[in-house]
């Protein structure tokens, strides 16, 4: 069973930086593109910023410049670097992998909380 774990999300000021981190686990061949959503309450979630395993990225524009995502194949997880936090960043964020085991599947973290005071 596949499995994705989260971690480091909190609490932070406004123009602060929080780091996620998203680490695969369990038994599958391969990963192909993984992301970062996000959904704050009365929305819907939204895609953040994606990577290929190519390390081909894309961008929500309210995050272009501020948001970096990166991935380290070797340890089968990806991160999302915040600079520059603002209030309307506030959402939970959802790590999500495309995964091969006996064919390519789409994943989900469980999720982790990213406040951002004003």
């Known amino acids: 069973q596949v499995q994705l774990v989260e971690s480091g999300g909190g609490l932070v000021q406004a123009g602060g930086s929080l780091r996620l981190s998203c680490t695969v686990s369990?038994?599958?061949?391969?990963?192909?593109?993984m992301g970062w959503y996000r959904q704050a309450p009365g929305n819907q979630r939204e895609l953040v910023a994606s990577?290929?395993?190519?390390?081909?990225?894309n961008y929500a524009d309210s995050v272009k410049g501020r948001f970096t995502i990166s991935r380290d194949n070797a340890k089968s997880t990806v991160y999302l670097q915040m600079n520059s936090l603002k209030p309307e960043d506030t959402a939970v964020y959802y790590c999500?992998?495309?995964?091969?085991?006996?064919?390519?599947?789409?994943?989900w973290g469980q999720g982790t909380q990213v406040t951002v005071s004003s």
């Open positions: 990577i290929s395993n190519g390390d081909m990225t």
């Open positions: 369990g038994r599958f061949f391969s990963i192909n593109a």
């Open positions: 999500n992998a495309n995964v091969n085991y006996r064919y390519f599947e789409s994943y």
